[in-house]
């Protein structure tokens, strides 16, 4: 059983920048595909970003340039920051992690999601 925390969501205007975190816990979390997946009001979740356990990451074309997804293995956590902000990746984001394929990823768990607001 793998646990997923996030963290780091909030307000911010077009432009600026936000870091998510997410915090794993369970058996061989380094191992683990991780991923960002964001679902906003009234669409379906999509796919953001995911990194393998060595670190090979994979990205949607639209954050590519703005967001760079990070691991550290050794506090079991997952970074994402976010660059160049705008009102429409306003959404909530979910941390997941996955046994299975990086790209395309199919998470096995998922995290409670943390709210990002951009404002114009």
């Known amino acids: 059983q793998v646990q997923l925390v996030e963290s780091g969501g909030g307000l911010v205007q077009a432009g600026g920048s936000l870091r998510l975190s997410c915090a794993g816990s369970?058996?061989?979390?380094?191992?683990?595909?991780m991923g960002w997946f964001r679902q906003a009001p009234g669409k379906e979740r999509e796919f953001v970003v995911s990194?393998?356990?060595?670190?090979?990451?994979y990205y949607a074309d639209s954050v590519k340039g703005r967001f760079t997804v990070s691991r550290d293995s050794a506090k079991n956590t997952v970074y994402l920051q976010m660059n160049s902000l705008k009102p429409e990746d306003t959404a909530v984001y979910y941390c997941a992690a996955t046994y299975g394929r990086t790209w395309p990823m199919t998470p096995d768990y998922w995290g409670q999601g943390t709210q990002v607001t951009v404002s114009s």
């Open positions: 369970g058996r061989a979390f380094s191992t683990y595909a």
């Open positions: 990194i393998s356990w060595s670190a090979a990451t």
